[in-house]
C-alpha cells in the first residue's frame, strides 16, 4: 500500500498538457511512481487550448513547472518554443516529453522508445529485422524512427494515402542508409517473410475492422498494434487465432510514461507498479 505524501511549500510539478486532455491515464500512473521514490512532487492535467500553448509554455517557465508530457494536438507545436531538444524528438519532429532544466526547457520524444521496450514483450529485437508498418501518420513517424534507430534491416511503409508513405521514406532514407525503408501495397508483401507487422492506424479502434488479414501472408512472425481499447483488436484476434505472438498498445503507453519518468528524475522506473496501475484503471 502506497501512501500520498503531503503537498509542501517545495513539492514540485509536473503533468500533462493537452486539448482535450482529460481522459488521460498518466496523472494515476505517474503520481504512484513518484510516490514509489518517495518523491516530493504531484502530476496534474492541464487543458491547454492549442491558442494558449505559447502563453502555457512561458508558464512553465515562470511557475518553475519541472516536467510536461505533451499530448494532442501540441506535440508538434510545441517544438519551437523549447531551448533544445534531443536528437530524436528532431528527427521525428515532435515532443511528447518536457524536463526543465535550471530554467532550460528540453525536449525529447519517449513514444518510438516506449514502443521498442514494449516488443521486448513479445520478445522481439529489430536489428537485421524485415518490419511492416502500417500507416504513416505521427505514431508510424515515431516508430519508424525508432526501428531505423535501432537497426532493423528493412521497412515497408504500407499507407492508405501513398504519397505520406513515400514522404517518409524519401526523408529518412539518407538519414538511415542502413536500413532500407520502402513504400509498398500490402499484397505485394504476401510473399515475403515479415519478422514483425506493425499497425498505427485506427483501423481496429471500432472493434470490427482489420487492416490486414494474415491469412494472406506466407510468414508474419510477430504482430504489434498501437492500439489500446479495444485491447483486443480483430488482427490481434487473428493473430492469436493463428498463434503468432502479439501485444497490443498498451505496453507503448506504459513504456512511453517509464522512459518519460526516467528522463525526468534520472531514476529507474517503478515499472510492475506503473503496470499494475494502467490495468486497473482500465478494468
Ligand atoms: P497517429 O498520430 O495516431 O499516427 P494520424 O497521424 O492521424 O494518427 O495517422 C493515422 C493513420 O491511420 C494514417 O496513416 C491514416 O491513413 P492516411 O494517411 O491515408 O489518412 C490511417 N488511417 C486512418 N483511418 C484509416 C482507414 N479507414 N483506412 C486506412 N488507413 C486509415
Known amino acids: 500500500m502506497i501512501h500520498s505524501l503531503p503537498i509542501t511549500g517545495k513539492t514540485q510539478i509536473y503533468g500533462i498538457i493537452g486539448y482535450p486532455v482529460t481522459h488521460t491515464f498518466s496523472p494515476l500512473i505517474q503520481n504512484a511512481a513518484f510516490q ?34 505533451v499530448t494532442v494536438p501540441h506535440k508538434i507545436n510545441v517544438v519551437p518554443h523549447l531551448d533544445e531538444v534531443t536528437a530524436t524528438a528532431q528527427r521525428i519532429g515532435a515532443v511528447n516529453t518536457i524536463k526543465n532544466q535550471d530554467g532550460r526547457l528540453i525536449g525529447t520524444n519517449t513514444d518510438g522508445q516506449g514502443f521498442i521496450r514494449s516488443l521486448s514483450e513479445l520478445p522481439f529485437i529489430p536489428q537485421n529485422k524485415t518490419i511492416v508498418i502500417l500507416g504513416a501518420g505521427g505514431s508510424a513517424r515515431s516508430i519508424l524512427v525508432a526501428l531505423a534507430e535501432a537497426k532493423a534491416e528493412q521497412i515497408s511503409l504500407v499507407n492508405r494515402t501513398i504519397s505520406k508513405s513515400q514522404q517518409l521514406v524519401d526523408e529518412f532514407s539518407p538519414i538511415f542508409p542502413e536500413t532500407q525503408l520502402r513504400t509498398e501495397q500490402l499484397e505485394n508483401l504476401h510473399n515475403i517473410s515479415i519478422d514483425l507487422l506493425v499497425n498505427t492506424t485506427s483501423v481496429g479502434m471500432d472493434g470490427d475492422k482489420s487492416p490486414a488479414d494474415l491469412n494472406e501472408f506466407k510468414m508474419v512472425q510477430h504482430v504489434a498494434d498501437i492500439i489500446y481499447t479495444p485491447q483486443q483488436t480483430p488482427l490481434l484476434k487473428q493473430a492469436k487465432q493463428l498463434n503468432i505472438p502479439c501485444i497490443n498498445g498498451l505496453g507503448m503507453l506504459l513504456y512511453q510514461g517509464c522512459e518519460a519518468f526516467e528522463f525526468w528524475t534520472q531514476q529507474k522506473a517503478p515499472i510492475a507498479l506503473m503496470k499494475t496501475t494502467l490495468m486497473q484503471l482500465l478494468k
Open 36 to 69: 514509489a521514490i518517495q518523491a516530493d512532487a504531484v502530476y496534474l492535467a492541464f487543458e491547454v487550448h492549442p491558442d494558449k500553448l505559447p502563453a502555457a509554455i512561458e508558464g512553465i517557465r515562470s511557475l518553475q513547472v519541472c516536467g510536461i508530457n
